[in-house]
């Protein structure tokens, strides 16, 4: 099992350009889950999924846009990126209701944006 | 307004000795709290949780305490090691979907 994995690892965007990070993972799990992490803030919730199909906002949604078209997957686009979008972003899922409430964490995007 | 706050940024402790680290919360019922630990550069890992009806929880060294009148989780790491050092963080859940944490503290164990 590769748990869930981030691509890409790294990269570098000039403002005003978009790009798209993929989250991917093999254990079936129902929820899934986008989060921006910055020095001194802790992790911040994007945007959530509780299952292929849906999707919802957290707590700081404003210009990101999600996807999850398939069970395993869960895309965060940015359309217009800014320099405050600059940040390490980690994806996470978990088993849905009755399951387990733990998170399993992806091991992060760094995203610059210049 | 909504708020999770762990005590102290940094925490720097002797090897052996018991590390404390606080979580506390504002505004919020959460059903249950979490704690993760993160080490650098990679994703947070799940270590306990402890639900809303359980005063205490241990695992091997750690043991997680909850407090919902006080509105504080403690954290303790008995027989600390250098192995230990990383970042900390809580994290709760008040409708089953919606996760909030806190911004870490930072521990140190030293030999």
Redesign the interface.
């Known amino acids: 099992n590769a748990g ?1 994995t981030q691509t890409p690892k790294f990269r570098v965007l000039k403002t005003g350009q978009s790009m798209t990070l993929l989250c991917a993972q093999d254990m079936n799990h129902e ?1 899934m ?1 986008w ?1 921006r992490q910055d020095p ?6 994007i945007h ?1 999924s ?1 299952g292929e199909g849906t999707t ?1 906002k ?2 700081v949604p404003d210009g990101y846009n999600v996807s999850r078209l398939k069970k395993q997957n869960f895309l965060l686009g940015l359309e217009s990126a800014a320099p405050s979008q600059t940040s390490v972003y ?1 994806c ?1 899922s978990r088993p849905g ?1 009755g399951g387990s ?8 995007t760094r995203l610059t944006v210049t | 307004s909504q708020k ?1 706050e762990q005590n102290s ?1 940094a925490l720097n402790i002797q090897e052996g000795k018991t590390a404390t680290l606080t979580c506390n919360y504002t505004n919020y019922s959460p059903a ?1 709290l ?1 704690w ?1 630990r993160q080490d650098p ?6 270590l306990l ?1 402890i639900r809303e009806n359980e005063k205490e929880k241990r695992k091997e060294r750690l043991k997680v305490t909850f407090d919902t009148t006080l509105k504080q989780s403690l954290f303790h790491i008995t027989a600390s090691q250098p192995a230990d050092s990383a970042t900390y ?1 809580c ?1 709760l ?1 008040e409708n ?9 503290t930072r521990l140190t164990v030293k030999p």
């Not at chain 1, 001194?40 to 919730?45: A, T, V």
């Open positions: 869930v929820y889950y989060y001194g803030m802790g992790l911040r919730l959530y509780v919802a957290g707590e980690f996470a209701t409430y733990e998170q399993y964490f992806g091991p992060g | 999770i940024e249950y979490q993760y550069g990679r994703g947070p890992v799940f949780l963080l994290a859940d089953n979907n919606d996760m909030r944490f806190g911004a870490g």
